[in-house]
């Protein structure tokens, strides 16, 4: 089993190898607030919400081109609905 402790860096190393396997620049990933995302939805919603929430942001962001300001938008509206579904 893997190392359950995992640094920025090596985050970084498997985002990067991931997206050299699946064929996509990862360039724009915002792991640090994808991650924060995840914790809040398994938090306030259900802990299997996190990671379903995560790949529903991916699909959101490449309907609108997977920019940046798409990402940050889908990521926005989960965390809002994610702290009205908790509250």
Sequence with gaps: MPDQTTSPEDLDRWVAALGTELGVDVSAVPIGLLLDTTRDVA???????????????ALAAAQEGATPEAIAKAIATTRALAEKWAG
């Design 43 to 57: 938090h306030g919603v259900a802990r299997p919400a996190g990671p379903l929430s995560t790949f529903v942001i």
